[in-house]
């Protein structure tokens, strides 16, 4: 994914048909989940699965790296919750550790500002690279979704600046 995020962050615009572009050259298989759309929106290659979303002319790209569900039938749901949290926590400093050593690490710009775009994460590590935000967390979005860990990378905007409760690295 490292060389794919490369290619990613040196495009002018992420737009949907230059993301699509890089992926296709990257071995990813697409599809088209939404007829309004002129590329695929849903992403996979090996146990990585990746997401284009928004409109555009600019979209976000989102690498899902590790996901679990969450179990109803589990007998304590709470103990579970905090069981898929922490695995997922424990996983995160290994993906920030392969960002920040790959092909990336010396174009990655630490900043005090909140890089999340105003999403909620259990816990992230977000940088600026030319124009772009990338970032790694552990997210839960609602009790119907899966806790994931995620990468992504979306067009960097002053008005994306949001309070974050999550934690950071």
Known sequence: ?????????????LTGQAVESVLVDRGWAGERRNPAKEWATTWSRDDAS?????????????FTLWYREVEEEWPDPDTYMDELYDT???????????????????????????????ADFIQNKAWRISGKVLLA???????????QLVVVLREYSTGDAAEDEGEWL
């Open 1 to 13: 994914m490292s060389e794919e995020l490369s290619r990613l962050s040196d495009l002018e615009q």
């Open 50 to 62: 990746a997401w284009i979303q928004g409109d555009g002319p600019s979209v976000e790209v989102e």
């Open 88 to 118: 997922a926590v424990a996983e995160l400093p290994r993906v920030v550790s392969q960002l920040e050593s790959g092909t990336l690490g010396a174009r990655l710009e630490t900043s005090d500002e909140d890089l999340t775009g105003g």
């Open 137 to 147: 967390g552990v997210k839960h979005d609602d009790t119907e979704t899966p806790v």
